[in-house]
């Protein structure tokens, strides 16, 4: 009897610890995977520094929309994006919301944006999170 008192204490122990352990990489899982709009400290390009984005803008986007012009006759004077940064500080994903772009230049614009590298990611309650940023490009000439 005692032995199966035994038995059964290492079973519901084995069992709490397996639940205890379970939880947690699932709460840890959840918080890594959410995306957020706003954050206590928002993502930013090389230490938040304008000149460092229009510096990328102008080397690696604006030879990509200038191609588009010449192929389409298609002048941009504005560009509105929306980059998720992950936790790491890579580019996950890219949205243009502004303007509408041919389907070749939407993909080359997303391809330049993705493989994009410098970011530091955002924060919340001092842990790295997935968060969206938008960044406007306007005024621009593409020659």
Known sequence: ???RRSRLKQLVLFGALLL?????ARGQTAASTRVYDCAEVM???RNDTPRQWMS???KE???VLYRN???EGEEIASLYLRLLIDPHGRVRDVQITRPRLSTRCEREVREKLLTMTGWTPARR???PVCCWI?????????Q
């Open 56 to 58: 990328y803008v102008f």
């Open 134 to 142: 938008p960044l406007a490009v306007s005024c621009l000439k593409w």
């Open 20 to 24: 205890v352990f379970t939880t947690a």
């Open 69 to 71: 012009r010449q192929r």
């Open 125 to 127: 309650q001092g842990q």
């Open 1 to 3: 009897m005692n032995e």
């Open 43 to 45: 993502p930013s390009y």
């Open 61 to 63: 986007l604006s030879p």
